[in-house]
T-cell receptor
């Protein structure tokens, strides 16, 4: 079945470091891809999304590019801040379905 | 505009008791989705409801679990005779009226259920 795999955490970085969180997927068709973020004590928020191959989603300095050839949607940010500390979830949704299929989440810790 | 509300945020139950989890969707939203996150795993879809209707419960365990979304009041996820394996985070999401495949799902903060 369809699935999402993302790198295990926690990922610990210093402030201003470059961030990559890997996400790969398996799907029978052409899904839409999402990154959600959960800050401590809050709900999941949509961070960015891409709906077709080669699309780049971006928000708050984060970017991810939909790569059909490698079935990947890696999350990147050029310079992280302490306030980026959170759990990041990669997810997919097939166009014909409302169910989101999720990765296990990656906890990101940014140290000053 | 208040977001999706879930309560309680933390719930502790002894084995065999009942757990009731509540979800109030965003104002104007009439679609509710429940997801469960077991430790070290991603979220898994459980059930999709509209007001007074269960649209898709394909992710719900066959026994002990039920969900409702009445005409008035919050959506309720009920777990009867809880067991240790029910310990998880339960997330609720809502979306606006309209085709569910079109609109974004807005999530609540989750309820963490611990069964002792």
């Amino acid at each position: 079945g369809d699935s999402v795999t993302q790198m295990e955490g926690p990922v610990t970085l210093s402030e201003e470091a470059f961030l990559t969180i890997n996400c790969t997927y398996t799907a029978t068709g052409y899904p839409s891809l999402f990154w959600y973020v959960q800050y401590p004590g809050e709900g999941l928020q949509l961070l960015l999304k891409a709906t077709k191959a080669d699309d780049k989603g971006s928000n708050k300095g984060f970017e991810a590019t939909y790569r059909k050839e490698t079935t990947s949607f890696h999350l990147e940010k050029g310079s992280v801040q302490v306030s980026d500390s959170a759990v990041y979830f990669c997810a997919l949704r097939m166009d014909s379905n409302y169910q989101l299929i999720w990765g296990a989440g990656t906890k990101l810790i940014i140290k000053p | 505009n208040a977001g999706v509300m879930q309560n309680p945020r933390h719930l502790v139950r002894r084995r065999g008791q009942e757990a009731r989890l509540r979800c109030s969707p965003m104002k104007g939203h009439s679609h509710v989705y429940w997801y469960r996150q077991l430790p070290e795993e991603g979220l898994k879809f459980m059930v999709y409801l509209q007001k007074e209707n269960i649209i898709d419960e394909s992710g719900m365990p066959k026994e002990r679990f039920s969900a409702e979304f009445p005409k008035e009041g919050p959506s309720i996820l009920r777990i009867q005779q809880v067991v240790r394996g029910d310990s998880a985070a339960y997330f609720c999401a809502s979306s606006p009226t309209g085709p569910a495949i079109v609109y974004e799902q807005y999530f609540g903060p989750g309820t963490r259920l611990t069964v002792t």
